[in-house]
Every structure is written in structure tokens, then in C-alpha cells.
């Protein structure tokens, strides 16, 4: 294959995983997730960030709860959303992520970086041979 012919089946190439980049980043913005706690004492969602965007006590049983009961409650259902958002976070991000390698592991910072790319060139000029 001639080397413009390569380039442009590259670019291609490129511009087909940019797009379902942009895909995939607009179906994680639009992830959330909804927790229930025991009881239905409470129900939490999150959104894709795993912020808290609702967080409702549809019975009255929190009433009757003590102060550090409740407070494990909605931490724990918390919780619960955020991994559900995490969840649903790394399937649309699987196809993004090389083998071998988890996106959870990705957004925890478990990732070494150099031992994912030995041998590649500092510059683009180390990788057509220019000084």
C-alpha cells in the first residue's frame, strides 16, 4: 500500500473512532442511577458523576431511625447509586479501553501508563526516523 493510501485509510480510521467517542461520551453524560434503601426509608439518584441529584424518603420510616442509623442509610444507598453509575459507566467505556485493563482500574488511577506503550517514540520525529 502506497504511504497516502495508508494515511488516509488511518485518518479514516481516525475519524470513525472520534466519532464513536463522541458517541459514547454523550451516552455517559446522559447515565444516572436510582438506589433504594431497606424499607423504601429512602431512594437516591445520582447522575453520571455520581453526584447526588435526588434524594427523597418516600415513607415515613426514617423517622423512627437513629441519628447514626440514618446516616448509614443514606450513605450506603448512596453508594449503592454511584456503583450502579459505575456500572453502566464502563460498559459504554469498554470499547475505549485497552485489553487487559478495567475502566474502573482507569478512573482509580491503577493504571502504569509506561508499561502499556514500551517502545514508543518520544516525538513524531523519532517515529519517521527524522532527527
Do not use: C
Amino acid at each position: 500500500m502506497d504511504p497516502r493510501t495508508e494515511l488516509e485509510s488511518l485518518f479514516a480510521s481516525l475519524r470513525e473512532q472520534q466519532a464513536a467517542m463522541v458517541e459514547a461520551r454523550r451516552s455517559a453524560l446522559a447515565i444516572s442511577a436510582t438506589a433504594t434503601g431497606p424499607k423504601r426509608a429512602l431512594t437516591v439518584t445520582v447522575d453520571a458523576r455520581g453526584e447526588v441529584t435526588e434524594l427523597a424518603f418516600p415513607t415515613e420510616a426514617y423517622r423512627t431511625m437513629a441519628p447514626r442509623e440514618l446516616a448509614a442509610l443514606i450513605q450506603d444507598t448512596i453508594g449503592k447509586a454511584r456503583a450502579d453509575v459505575a456500572k453502566q459507566m464502563s460498559e459504554v467505556m469498554a470499547p475505549f479501553v485497552p485489553e487487559g485493563l478495567s475502566f474502573d482500574d482507569l478512573m482509580k488511577g491503577k493504571t502504569d501508563w509506561e508499561a502499556m506503550s514500551p517502545g514508543l517514540p518520544d516525538d513524531l520525529g523519532d517515529l519517521f526516523g527524522r532527527p
